[in-house]
C-alpha cells in the first residue's frame, strides 16, 4: 500500500503542504478529545508507523518522538469536557481539529482528514475513511493525538488516583462506572456522557 498515495495526489494538483488531521478520545466519559495534524515530508519513511489503535503503548510513545524529529511540523488541539457537552462530541472534535491546525507553525495547505465528515477548515481538504492505516501522515497525526491525550490522562490520575484514568483512560470501562457510583462525577467528566448512568 503507498501511505503517500493522497499526499501525492494533493501535491499534484499543486498543494505543497499536506497535513494529516486525527483525533483521540472521542468515546471516554471523560478528559478532553484531542486532535493532532502533521505535515510530513513526501515518501518519509518511519519504521513501524501505523493507526495508533494497532500500536502498543510503549510503540507509540516510541513514535511519537520520530514523528515530532521527522516532521515538517505539527500541531496539537484540544476541546474540553465543557466544550463536548456544549457542542456535541462530533462538534467538539472538529474544534479540536481547527485548533490542531491553527497550531502548526509553517502554514499547510491541504488537509486529509480520518473519517467520513470533514470539519469546516480554513483550508480545503478530503476525508479519508480508515485514514489512519492507508495515510501516513494521518497515522502521524493519530499518534500525536493519542499519546498526548494518554499523558495528559496519566496526569488526571496523580489528581484523582481513586479513579484509574492511567489505566483506562477515561472510557467507560466496568470499574470506572463503580468508581463513579461510589465517588461521584468529577469536573474532567462529560456530563452528557452520563446521562444514563443510573441505567449502567
Given at each position: 500500500?503507498?501511505?503517500f498515495?493522497?499526499q501525492r495526489?494533493?501535491?499534484?494538483?499543486?498543494?505543497?503542504m499536506v497535513?494529516?488531521?486525527?483525533?483521540?478520545?472521542?468515546?471516554?466519559?471523560?478528559g478532553?478529545?484531542?486532535?493532532?495534524?502533521?505535515i510530513?515530508p513526501l515518501?518519509?519513511?518511519?519504521?513501524g508507523l501505523?493507526?495508533s489503535?494497532?500500536?502498543?503503548e510503549?510503540?507509540r510513545e516510541?513514535?511519537f518522538?520520530?514523528?515530532?524529529e521527522?516532521?515538517?511540523?505539527?500541531g496539537?488541539?484540544?476541546?474540553?469536557?465543557?466544550?463536548?457537552d456544549?457542542?456535541?462530541i462530533l462538534?467538539?472534535?472538529f474544534?479540536?481539529?481547527?485548533?490542531?491546525?491553527?497550531?502548526?507553525q509553517?502554514?499547510?495547505?491541504?488537509?486529509?482528514v480520518d473519517?467520513?465528515?470533514m470539519?469546516?477548515l480554513?483550508?480545503p481538504g478530503?476525508t479519508?475513511?480508515?485514514?489512519?492505516s492507508?495515510?501516513?501522515?494521518?497515522?502521524?497525526?493519530?499518534i500525536?493525538a493519542?499519546?498526548?491525550?494518554?499523558?495528559?490522562?496519566r496526569?488526571?490520575?496523580?489528581?484523582y488516583?481513586?479513579y484509574g484514568f492511567?489505566?483506562?483512560?477515561g472510557?467507560?470501562t466496568?470499574?470506572h462506572y463503580?468508581?463513579?457510583?461510589?465517588?461521584g462525577?468529577l469536573p474532567v467528566?462529560?456530563?452528557?456522557?452520563l446521562k444514563?448512568l443510573?441505567?449502567?
Amino acid at each position: 500500500m503507498d501511505r503517500f498515495l493522497h499526499q501525492r495526489q494533493a501535491e499534484g494538483q499543486g498543494f505543497a503542504m499536506v497535513c494529516g488531521i486525527d483525533e483521540a478520545g472521542r468515546g471516554p466519559l471523560a478528559g478532553p478529545v484531542c486532535a493532532a495534524a502533521v505535515i510530513l515530508p513526501l515518501d518519509c519513511e518511519i519504521d513501524g508507523l501505523d493507526d495508533s489503535k494497532k500500536l502498543s503503548e510503549l510503540k507509540r510513545e516510541e513514535l511519537f518522538d520520530v514523528v515530532i524529529e521527522k516532521a515538517i511540523s505539527y500541531g496539537i488541539g484540544w476541546a474540553s469536557e465543557r466544550e463536548i457537552d456544549e457542542h456535541n462530541i462530533l462538534q467538539a472534535t472538529f474544534l479540536a481539529m481547527r485548533r490542531a491546525l491553527e497550531a502548526i507553525q509553517v502554514t499547510a495547505d491541504y488537509a486529509l482528514v480520518d473519517g467520513n465528515r470533514m470539519p469546516l477548515l480554513s483550508i480545503p481538504g478530503e476525508t479519508i475513511v480508515k485514514g489512519d492505516s492507508k495515510c501516513a501522515c494521518i497515522a502521524a497525526a493519530s499518534i500525536l493525538a493519542k499519546v498526548s491525550r494518554d499523558r495528559l490522562l496519566r496526569e488526571l490520575d496523580k489528581q484523582y488516583p481513586e479513579y484509574g484514568f492511567a489505566k483506562h483512560k477515561g472510557y467507560g470501562t466496568k470499574s470506572h462506572y463503580e468508581t463513579i457510583k461510589k465517588h461521584g462525577i468529577l469536573p474532567v467528566h462529560r456530563k452528557s456522557f452520563l446521562k444514563n448512568l443510573h441505567e449502567k
